[in-house]
C-alpha cells in the first residue's frame, strides 16, 4: 500500500468524522455564514468518493479496501445523523 495514499485517505476520513461531531475543520471559519459542519462532512465524503472513482483500476486489494471502508463507514454516520 502506497503509504501517501493511505495518508491522504485517513486524513479526508479524519476530518469528515470531525466534522460530522460537529467540529469545523481549521481555516472553514473563512467560508463565513456558509460554514456548516454537515456541508463540510458530505464535501469530505464526496470527495474521497470521487477519488475512489477516478482511482478505480489503479489500486491494490488494500488500498481499494482501506476507501472502501473509509466511505461506508462516513456514508453510515451521515445518514445516522452523525451524532454516534
Do not use: C
Not at 477516478?54 to 451521515?78: C, N, P, V, W, Y
Request: hydrophobic share 45%.
Amino acid at each position: 500500500m502506497n503509504p501517501h495514499f493511505a495518508s491522504l485517505v485517513l486524513g479526508l476520513a479524519q476530518q469528515a468524522e470531525s466534522a460530522l461531531a460537529g467540529n469545523l475543520p481549521p481555516g472553514a471559519e473563512a467560508l463565513g455564514a456558509q460554514a456548516n459542519a454537515r456541508q463540510i462532512a458530505q464535501t469530505l465524503i464526496d470527495t474521497l468518493a470521487m477519488l475512489e472513482t477516478k482511482m478505480q483500476g489503479h489500486l491494490d486489494s488494500d488500498e481499494q479496501q482501506l476507501i472502501a471502508g473509509a466511505l461506508t463507514a462516513l456514508r453510515f454516520r451521515f445518514v445516522q445523523g452523525g451524532s454516534h
